[in-house]
């Protein structure tokens, strides 16, 4: 998986199709994302003891890899991403630019 936490990222379909966040969670078995404030779900909770009040609990929920596209940084377009073979291992590279990543 060429993603990681932290990279910028494109919704391209979905709910919150052309918003952008970044990766705060990556499962790679699952080919799934979190994204910083999209894919927002929201969850009920009861009041566990008297005199408390219930509460809405808002989170997000994980993506399918597909549904994302990484933004480049240095071009600042959606592209996809290519990998590199360097001596001391692999680097990302932008398709669109040609710029390491």
């Known amino acids: 998986m060429k993603l990681k936490k932290g990279d910028l990222v494109k919704i391209i379909s979905g709910k919150d199709k052309g918003k952008t966040g970044k990766i705060i969670n990556v499962q790679k078995n699952e080919r799934q994302v979190t994204v910083e404030g999209l894919n927002i779900s929201v969850r009920h909770s009861r009041p566990r003891k008297q005199g408390e009040k ?3 609990l808002e989170m997000p929920k994980p993506l399918n890899i597909s549904k994302v596209m990484f933004v480049c940084p240095k071009c600042n377009q959606m592209t ?22």
Not at 84 to 98: N, P, S, Y
């Open 54 to 56: 219930g509460q809405r």
């Open 80 to 101: 996809r991403l290519n990998l590199k073979r360097l001596e001391i291992g692999q680097a990302r590279v932008c398709k669109k630019c040609k710029e390491n990543i």
